[in-house]
């Protein structure tokens, strides 16, 4: 049997991945499944496939192919596609385009006078790099057609039930210990805690993981009609930007957030309160820059990042247990190809890659 720890995007793209395959799974969530205390709520998140590092752009492929794989298993739309903008004061979008050009992705690079006439709602001002397959991931729904297709499959689905320690036994099970009483002994372990990874007790060494509480901004859009695509902004402030869905109230509005800033904390002790430094920036940079939205916010939220020195995942397996943790701001758009890639190594069919071992040096 495989036991799955955390029911976030992760847990839950690798218990669907591994009940699909036929697998016993066991998957453990100390709330309930869509809960808000970690990293995987809200109706919206990134996909796009302009990295500046060739491993990035291939995993995104991937990540699109399981995405519509996804889809069709639960019958649920999850990727829409908008089209994302790259720009900013500090952006050249050279080695990005030539990346993407080199792996057969579309995109155009536009001067600002041609990008001012096709997004007006924007103020541009240098050079943009167009990426027309980008788009918006729902991690809400995706987290609930995960649970739902993994139960579908055979999962056994256990909530409100906290992991506090783990043993491993001379015959090789493990036996996890919880404060629900439920008796979990398992062949192998996928540990999927999120911003909780740092608090477990684990018999083998974590990277350097920070964990900082983040905060999100929804901006009503002037014109209801338009469709926005995402943005990332790479300046003094480094921003991103997408259509906020059902989580910027019922009328059309934009999601617009800092990238970097965060506060420190842990899953534990984050205070969930909105930093009105973060909330002035944000708005000013709306005000300034994105003229076709209201600047003063009408929603906000906190999330929490859990991020390594190199800002590359971990995924890594160790005796019976597999690490799946953590995204570093940027993992979302990979969740069903990361539960395909820790499927893989809780049965022994792959490997891990280099970059994400836990003993790597950043």
């Not at 003094?236 to 970097?260: C, F, R, T």
């Not at 701001?329 to 490997?351: N, Q, S």
């Amino acid at each position: 049997m495989i036991a799955v720890v955390g029911a976030g995007l992760m847990g839950a793209a690798t218990a669907w991945q591994l009940a699909r395959r036929g697998h016993e799974v066991t998957l453990v969530e100390a709330y309930d499944v869509g809960h808000r205390h970690g990293s995987s709520h809200g109706s919206s998140r990134i996909f796009r496939r302009a990295y500046p590092d060739p491993f990035y752009v291939r995993l995104t492929g991937q990540a699109h192919e399981q995405w519509r794989e996804l889809e069709d298993d639960s019958s649920t739309p999850l990727l829409r596609t908008t089209g994302g903008l790259d720009m900013g004061e500090h952006y050249d979008p050279k080695v990005i385009a030539d990346l993407l050009g080199a792996a057969g992705v579309p995109h155009e690079i536009l001067g600002p006078e041609a990008a001012a006439e096709r997004w007006p709602y924007i103020r541009v001002t240098g050079p943009v790099l167009h990426h027309p397959d980008a788009g918006v991931v729902d991690a809400d729904e995706t987290v609930r057609a995960c649970v739902r297709r993994a139960v579908d499959h055979g999962a056994r689905l256990i909530t409100g039930t906290r992991v506090t320690g783990i043993d491993v036994r001379g015959s090789g099970k493990t036996r996890l210990h919880t404060d629900g009483g439920h008796e979990i002994v398992a062949d192998t372990v996928v540990i999927a805690a999120g911003a909780w990874l740092p608090e477990l007790e684990l018999p083998f060494a974590l990277p350097p993981l920070a964990v900082t509480q983040q905060q999100v901004f929804h901006f009503r859009q002037r014109d209801p009609s338009v469709g926005w695509p995402t943005l990332i902004w790479d300046g003094a402030l480094h921003l991103y930007g997408l259509p906020s869905g059902s989580d910027g109230g019922p009328l059309p509005a934009v999601k617009v957030a800092e990238h970097d800033r965060g506060t420190p904390a842990t899953a534990r002790t984050r205070s969930g309160i909105v930093d009105p430094s973060s909330r002035t920036r944000v708005s000013g940079f709306v005000r300034d820059r994105l003229p076709g939205l209201e600047p003063d916010p009408v929603a906000e939220a906190t999330c929490l990042y859990t991020t390594t020195p190199d800002e590359d995942f971990v995924l890594d397996r160790h005796g019976p247990f597999v690490v799946v943790s953590p995204c570093s701001g940027h993992g979302a758009k990979f969740a069903p190809v990361i539960g395909a890639m820790a499927a893989d190594l809780a049965t022994g069919r792959a490997e891990p890659h280099p970059r994400f071992r836990l003993g790597r040096t950043a």
